[in-house]
């Protein structure tokens, strides 16, 4: 440890004889003493003025022609918010919405496909099983392709949908899209259409189905086949 003590002692003192010798002491004393040279603030003049006279404003020889623009007064009204009317709410908008079992969808399933085979093959038949898609948020009902192409108009059009009563509800029909957009909404509120219910669309003319409704919870109830004279004319 005392060793150690010298040698920072004569270690030291050999650094002060270097500062020493670079006149180190006395240029950081000069420094201190200096003081910095004061500068003149700059004086701000006032622009001449030699002389003031009226000119034409320059225009666009364009605009220069054109009379002078005219000036009225703008009233802004309080903006009026008129409350929406609100639909009346069906049983299934009052209620949490239920999705249905798989023994419940195929339930339903097989009673439509009874009904296809009763229907007959004199028109096309597609059974629709109901998802969660197509009867509530976008209502949006997609068909397959391979139907579409085959029976359904190739431009956008209006379809027709008829339930058993013989009520009618016009759809729109998207070609490339291959579904049901508008009007679809609709028909499926006003059936108050659930999860797992099955719809054999019958089509009985180009652009119009008879919709057969097969009920997820009513597995048991008849549906009536009937179709009006009106409705089942040929192609």
């Not at 419940?104 to 229907?119: Q, V």
């Not at 068909?143 to 431009?155: G, I, T, Y």
């Not at 957009?181 to 609709?186: E, F, H, N």
Request: one cysteine or more; charged letters at 30%; a positive charge.
């Amino acid at each position: 440890m005392v060793k150690y003590e010298d040698l920072r002692k004569q270690r030291l003192e050999e650094n002060k004889k270097r500062m020493e010798e670079l006149n180190l002491p006395l240029l950081t004393q000069a420094l201190k003493n200096s003081t910095s040279p004061k500068t003149t603030p700059m004086k701000k003049t006032k622009p001449r003025i030699v002389g003031t006279e009226l000119v034409a404003v320059r225009r666009s020889p364009r605009v220069a022609k054109s009379p002078a623009p005219e000036y009225k007064e703008v009233i802004h009204y309080e903006r009026v918010m008129i409350p929406r009317r609100l639909a009346t709410p069906t049983k299934r908008d009052r209620l949490y919405f239920a999705y249905a079992s798989d023994e419940e969808r195929a339930a339903s399933i097989e009673k439509a496909e009874k009904l296809e085979a009763s229907l007959g093959s004199d028109y096309p038949i597609l059974v629709r099983p109901m998802l969660p898609s197509h009867v509530s948020g976008g209502f949006w009902l997609g068909l397959p392709s391979n139907f579409c192409r085959k029976n359904l108009p190739r431009r956008d059009d209006t379809i027709t949908l008829i339930d058993e009563t013989g009520e009618e509800w016009p759809t729109v029909y998207l070609a490339q899209k291959c579904g049901l957009s508008g009007g679809w909404k609709r028909f499926s509120v006003d059936h108050d259409l659930a999860d797992g219910d099955t719809i054999v669309f019958h089509l009985i003319r180009p652009t119009k189905f008879k919709a057969y409704i097969i009920r997820v919870n009513n597995a048991n109830e008849t549906v009536s086949t009937e179709i009006s004279t009106s409705s089942s004319e040929a192609f």
